[in-house]
Structures are given as C-alpha cells and as structure tokens.
C-alpha cells in the first residue's frame, strides 16, 4: 500500500518568487492536512481539506494557500517567498477527519 | 491560551533503562491525543490515538496512557533503535473548528 507522496523532496527558492508543492495522499484518503515545521517553532499547522473543502485553517499569512482535486491529491503555495519560510513541509492524510493521520517525508524547502 | 507542552526536550537512556515521556494539555473539548515518532529528515510515523481519560494502548515497548490533564509515554526496555523524536498532538474544538496542535516534542537518544 502506497504512503503518502510529497513532491518534490528538496527545493531551493529565491526571495520574491513563489512555490508549489504537490501531496498524493493515501488512495482513499479524503482528509489531507498540511503542516510547516522549522526547529525553532516545531510543527505548526497551515490548512486541512476534506472533499476538497478547506475545512480547517491556521494562523499563516495569505502568503500560503491551498486546493484540493477530485481525486483528493493536494497542492499548497507559497507567494512572495520570504528567508523564514525555509521549512520542512508536511502533508499528512486521513481517510476521515479526527483520524490517525499518515505523513508523508515532506518538502523541504530552503528560501535564499 | 490552547497549550501542548512536552518534557524533558531531551532524554538520554542507556538500553534496557526504562523511562516515561509527558505530554501535558491546556484545552477544553478534546478530540483526541495522537502520538507520533519522527526520525531526522522523515516525516511523523503515527504511533497511538487516545480519546478518554483512562485509556491506555501498547505497541512492543511502548505503552501510551492518557489522564485529563496530561498522556505519558512509557518506554520498556528500550533499545537504540528507539532512538528518535516523540512528538504529541491534541486535536479539539475551538470556535467551532477541529485544531490539533503539537508538542514541540522529546529527543530520546538510547545507547547500547
């Protein structure tokens, strides 16, 4: 049984410019939740969407934004990269809301 | 304030020496209490779900248990490779939205 996919694995980005990041979460999985982690502040939730709904938002800019497809797959954006948005980028799925979530091995991105 | 907080930061064992993990909780509503292990440059591999006060659940060499106010880790017998992050999360109700909110974890370092 596939795990959750994260794409790609590493990324190097310049100040200003924007990103995607791709999750392919487990088949039959409906809730996808993605998180920001960085040493100092640990992990700290962004969005969750359900049926692609977001259905649940953190306490991040307008900067980071999100969607989610038919076939459940999710993608999250950063606009406008700043230095402290180098982060490990995690997105965990669940094949309902309040379930035992399942991560994938994360973005990490570096913002030069 | 909506608090998680985990201790110790850090815990050194030698194997075989048994020891808890704390995760302590300030929030009202809650949903559930999620144990993760996360080894450097992977993402959070679930371990347990606790929903109750008074509910305990085991895997081999760990065992969660879950009060009102706080979970516990117990670590039996542990061996190097238990080596890793524990982190807990606590998912529950605010303002009419699910949150699930992170410890900033324990790094536990067993060595032979």
């Known amino acids: 049984k596939a795990g959750v996919t994260q794409t790609p694995r590493y990324l190097i980005k310049t100040r200003g410019q924007q990103v995607t990041l791709s999750c392919s979460p487990i088949s039959g999985h409906r809730s996808v939740s993605w998180y920001q982690q960085t040493p100092g502040q640990g992990l700290q939730f962004l969005f969750e969407y359900f049926s692609e709904t977001q259905r649940n938002k953190g306490n991040f800019p307008g900067r980071f934004s999100g969607r989610q497809f038919s076939n459940s797959r999710s993608e999250m954006n950063v606009s406008t990269l700043e230095l402290g948005d180098s982060a490990l980028y995690l997105c965990?799925?669940?094949?309902?809301?309040?379930?035992?979530?399942?991560f994938g091995s994360g973005t990490r991105l570096t913002v030069v | 304030e909506d608090q998680v907080t985990q201790s110790p930061e850090a815990l050194r064992l030698q194997e075989g020496e048994s020891s808890s993990l704390n995760c302590s909780y300030t929030?009202?509503?809650?949903?559930?209490l999620f144990w993760y292990r996360q080894d450097p440059g992977k993402g959070p591999e679930f371990l347990f779900t606790l929903y109750s006060a008074g509910e305990e659940k085991e895997k081999e060499r760990l065992k969660a248990t879950l009060t009102k106010k706080e979970s516990f880790l117990h670590i039996t017998a542990p061996k190097p490779e238990d080596s890793a992050t524990y982190l807990c999360?606590?998912?529950?109700?605010?303002?009419?939205?699910?949150?699930?909110?992170f410890g900033t974890g324990t790094r536990l370092l067993v060595s032979p």
């Open positions: 929030v009202s509503g809650l949903r559930g």
């Open positions: 999360a606590v998912q529950f109700m605010n303002t009419g939205f699910q949150k699930l909110v």
């Open positions: 965990a799925s669940s094949v309902d809301r309040g379930r035992g979530y399942t």
